[in-house]
């Protein structure tokens, strides 16, 4: 038997207000945007990189980012990665890499954000449909 592993963690923030919507079995899902950001020094020059991921949460954890995330807030994800495909209208395949996030964890100044204390949520939910 072969082993693998699909694991994503990342701290970011996010880029935009997170968006919740309900499948048509009532399972909530809310999405929202990461930005990474990596810096390093090149010929005595600062760079940076910013990464952006599209994060995926479903069930009662994609409420409690709905109800406690804001565009801004630094944020650590724990999930899987997932690849989607889909066809448009005009027939054109597309293709969307994305993190189904598992856990979340709200970081940065408690003091300035609406987060109450010590809030980490987990989903259990390993199937998403």
């Given at each position: 038997?072969?082993?693998?592993?699909n694991?994503?963690?990342?701290?970011?923030?996010?880029?935009?207000?997170?968006?919740?919507?309900?499948?048509?079995?009532?399972?909530?899902v809310?999405?929202?945007?990461?930005?990474?950001?990596r810096?390093?020094?090149?010929?005595?020059?600062?760079?940076?990189?910013?990464?952006?991921?599209?994060?995926?949460v479903?069930?009662?954890?994609?409420?409690?980012?709905?109800?406690?995330?804001?565009?801004?807030?630094?944020?650590?994800?724990?999930?899987?990665?997932?690849?989607?495909?889909w066809?448009?209208?005009?027939?054109?395949?597309?293709?969307?890499?994305?993190?189904?996030?598992?856990?979340?964890i709200?970081?940065?100044?408690?003091?300035?954000?609406?987060?109450?204390?010590?809030?980490?949520?987990?989903?259990?939910?390993?199937?998403?449909?």
């Amino acid at each position: 038997m072969s082993r693998s592993l699909n694991k994503v963690l990342l701290i970011g923030r996010l880029g935009r207000e997170p968006e919740m919507r309900y499948t048509p079995s009532s399972r909530p899902v809310t999405t929202f945007s990461l930005a990474t950001t990596r810096a390093w020094n090149s010929n005595g020059k600062r760079r940076e990189e910013t990464e952006w991921f599209n994060i995926v949460v479903w069930g009662q954890l994609a409420e409690i980012c709905k109800q406690y995330l804001h565009k801004g807030q630094q944020v650590y994800i724990e999930g899987r990665l997932q690849t989607r495909t889909w066809e448009s209208a005009e027939g054109k395949k597309n293709t969307s890499i994305e993190v189904v996030a598992n856990e979340m964890i709200m970081l940065g100044d408690r003091s300035s954000s609406k987060e109450p204390e010590d809030v980490e949520q987990s989903s259990e939910d390993e199937f998403p449909f």
